[in-house]
C-alpha cells in the first residue's frame, strides 16, 4: 500500500528565506507527483505536477524535484513571502487508468514577517 | 469558467438524517473524486469515477453512496448520517488525456453530525 510522508509536519521561518518541504512515498511505482497548496478553510489549489518521468517542475519561485528510484520529492520555495503561509501537500498518483492520488498530511509554513 | 463547485458550503445534520452533496465541474473531466479531510488523517479518497457511468470505492468508501448523473456531476449521499461522519468534503476532477494535468479541487463542504 503506497504511503506518503512528509516531514516537518509544521515550519516557521523568517521572511526572505529559502526554504525546502519534504516528501517521501514508499512506492516507487508512481505516475506523478503533485504540490498543493491549501489556506486555512479552503480548497487545495495546484502547484506543480512532475510526471514520473521528469526530474523538476519550476513556477515562479517555486521548483519541485522528483527522484522516484528513491522514493522522494522536493518543494523549494525560495525568498519566502508571508503570503506563501499555508499548509503544503504532496500526492502521488498511482499507476493505473483511474489515476487516484494519495496525499501526505501537510506541512504548514508560516513565513514571518 | 467556474471550475469545481461545491453545494453546500455548510451543513449541520443530526444522527440518522440523510443528505446529498452535489459536485459539478465544467472543465470536461473525465474523472471525480471525494475526498474527507480529517484533522490528523489528512485527504483520503471515498468514492471515485473515472469516466461517465462508472463509480469505484476509495479507502473509506462505508456509510456513503455515489452516483456519477452525467460527465459533470457528482453527488456524494450520506443515507444515516453519523457523528464519525463530521468532516470536511472536497469534490476534485481531473482529465487523464489531454488538457492541463493535475486534479482541481472544489472549495469543500463542511458537515456536522451531531
Known amino acids: 500500500k503506497q504511503e506518503v510522508t512528509q516531514i516537518p509536519a509544521a515550519l516557521s521561518v523568517p521572511e526572505g528565506e529559502n526554504l525546502v518541504l519534504n516528501c517521501s512515498f514508499t512506492?516507487?511505482?508512481?505516475?506523478?507527483l503533485q504540490w498543493f497548496r491549501q489556506d486555512p478553510g479552503k480548497g487545495l489549489t495546484s502547484l506543480l505536477l512532475?510526471?514520473?518521468?521528469?526530474r523538476e517542475q519550476t513556477s515562479g519561485r517555486l521548483n519541485a524535484s522528483l527522484d522516484k528510484s528513491s522514493g522522494r520529492s522536493t518543494l523549494y520555495i525560495a525568498a519566502s513571502q508571508p503570503g506563501d503561509s499555508a499548509t503544503y501537500l504532496c500526492?502521488?498518483?498511482?499507476?493505473?487508468?483511474?489515476?487516484?492520488?494519495?496525499f501526505g498530511k501537510g506541512t504548514k509554513l508560516t513565513v514571518n514577517p | 469558467n467556474a471550475g469545481v463547485t461545491q453545494t453546500p458550503k455548510f451543513q449541520v445534520l443530526k444522527t440518522g438524517q440523510s443528505m446529498t452533496l452535489q459536485c459539478a465541474q465544467d472543465?470536461?473531466?473525465?474523472?471525480m473524486y471525494w475526498y474527507r479531510q480529517d484533522p490528523g488523517m489528512g485527504l483520503r479518497l471515498i468514492y471515485y469515477?473515472?469516466?461517465?457511468?462508472?463509480?469505484d470505492k476509495g479507502e473509506v468508501p462505508n456509510g456513503y453512496n455515489v452516483s456519477r448523473l452525467n460527465k459533470r456531476e457528482f453527488s456524494l449521499r450520506l443515507e444515516s448520517a453519523a457523528p464519525s461522519q463530521t468532516s470536511v468534503y472536497f469534490c476534485?476532477?481531473?482529465?487523464?488525456?489531454?488538457?492541463?494535468?493535475?486534479?482541481?479541487f472544489g472549495p469543500g463542504t463542511r458537515l456536522t453530525v451531531l
Open positions: 476534485a476532477s481531473r482529465v487523464i488525456i489531454g488538457g492541463p494535468p493535475g486534479e482541481f
Open positions: 512506492d516507487s511505482a508512481i505516475y506523478n
Open positions: 512532475i510526471q514520473s518521468s521528469q
Open positions: 500526492a502521488v498518483s498511482t499507476q493505473g487508468g483511474s489515476e487516484k492520488l494519495v
Open positions: 472543465m470536461n473531466h473525465n474523472s
Open positions: 469515477s473515472a469516466s461517465e457511468g462508472t463509480t
